[in-house]
Antibody
């Protein structure tokens, strides 16, 4: 069974940093692209970014709203995905979901339960 | 403002058929597959339709998807109370080099 478990969310002041983790199990993590998607309270879904797999050189892409502030990384030996968030703004307040991309088509097919990040003074 | 446009709400009575539209452009829906996600209250999104009209295993055939040009739609037939949820369309955007989502449609079963 595919499982994605996010952790690391919490309250942080504007301008601060936070690192989210996503522990994956139930599939061969190293084969898959992985994404982060967020959802502000009461709002819709917003794609944050993606990391490709080793076969595709672990390349990353980011939404314009987070580029230069957020960094996605992965550790295939630990079946883990990370999101380093720096220079946080109040508008970054959201539930952050870790998603697995399907091998055929690279679209998000499984989602974690999410972790809440609140940016407030 | 979301890149993909969905109606904010939709409703129907049990047993009815409802459709939810999703409008985009040539850089997303027009040139790529469309995906639909269902988000039940208080839970994470779940993949409902992939590659325009394919259902993952376990998704009832009451759910169907279609695409034409730069628009797509999700149809739910035989509406049930447990279908009450938010529905999101998504597509890869070649210009933005990222996933774009619709703003979501809240489905109410009357």
């Amino acid at each position: 069974e595919v499982q994605l478990v996010e952790s690391g969310g919490g309250l942080v002041q504007p301008g601060g940093s936070l690192r989210l983790s996503c522990a994956a199990s139930g599939f061969t993590f190293s084969d898959h692209y992985m994404d982060w998607v967020r959802q502000a309270p009461g709002k819709g879904l917003e794609w944050v970014g993606r990391t490709r797999n080793k076969a595709n050189s672990y390349t990353t892409e980011y939404a314009a709203s987070v580029k230069g502030r957020f960094t996605i990384s992965r550790d295939d030996s630990k079946n883990s995905l990370y999101l380093q968030m720096n220079s946080l703004k109040t508008e970054d307040t959201a539930v952050y979901y870790c998603t697995r991309d399907a091998r055929s088509g690279s679209y998000p097919d499984y989602w974690g339960q999410g972790t809440l990040v609140t940016v407030s003074s | 403002q979301s890149v993909l446009t969905q109606p904010p709400s939709a409703s129907g009575t049990p047993g009815q058929r409802v459709t939810i539209s999703c409008s985009g452009s040539s850089s997303n829906i027009g040139n790529n597959y469309v995906y639909w996600y269902q988000q039940l209250p208080g839970t994470a999104p779940k993949l409902l339709i992939y590659r325009n009209n394919q259902r993952p295993s376990g998704v009832p055939d009451r759910f169907s998807g279609s695409k034409s040009g730069t628009s797509a739609s999700l149809a739910i037939s035989g509406l049930r109370s447990e279908d009450e949820a938010d529905y999101y369309c998504a597509a890869w955007d070649d210009s933005l080099s990222g996933w774009v989502f619709g703003g979501g449609t809240k489905l109410t079963v009357l």
